[in-house]
């Protein structure tokens, strides 16, 4: 009904920055919140950031000032721009989106992930 696509995950160097996309596609009528996670080796699912329909964003507290969240309402896209990434931030990067599809029900959905690794 509903697929999420992301991109953009790879191996960068410490300081250095990746951008990551998930775009979503289907039988969709609106999406309301959309946002991404990470799961490390041997760790749970982390909240990276989420952001509304509506533009607000909310981010955990160590991606403060170094990640940003954006969306492309019409594109369906949210974005996760990583600047000054550590060796810490390796992980799979999942996303989600609460969606709405066109039989107006409503549930979360997940992105297969993309690896971020930072290492020198």
């Known amino acids: 009904q509903v697929q999420l696509v992301e991109s953009g995950g790879g191996l960068v160097q410490p300081g250095g920055s990746l951008r990551l996309s998930c775009a979503a596609s289907?039988?969709?009528?609106?999406?309301?919140?959309m946002g991404w996670y990470r799961q490390a080796p041997g760790k749970q699912r982390e909240l990276v950031a989420v952001?509304?329909?509506?533009?607000?964003?909310n981010y955990a507290d160590s991606m403060k000032g170094r990640f940003t969240i954006s969306r492309d309402n019409a594109k369906n896209t949210v974005y996760l721009q990583m600047n000054s990434l550590k060796p810490e931030d390796t992980a799979v990067y999942y996303c989600?989106?609460?969606?709405?599809?066109?039989?107006?029900?409503?549930?979360?959905?997940w992105g297969q992930g993309t690896q971020v690794t930072v290492s020198s």
């Open positions: 952001i509304t329909s509506g533009g607000s964003t």
């Open positions: 989600n989106a609460d969606v709405v599809i066109v039989t107006m029900f409503r549930s979360d959905y």
């Open positions: 289907g039988s969709i009528f609106v999406i309301k919140t």
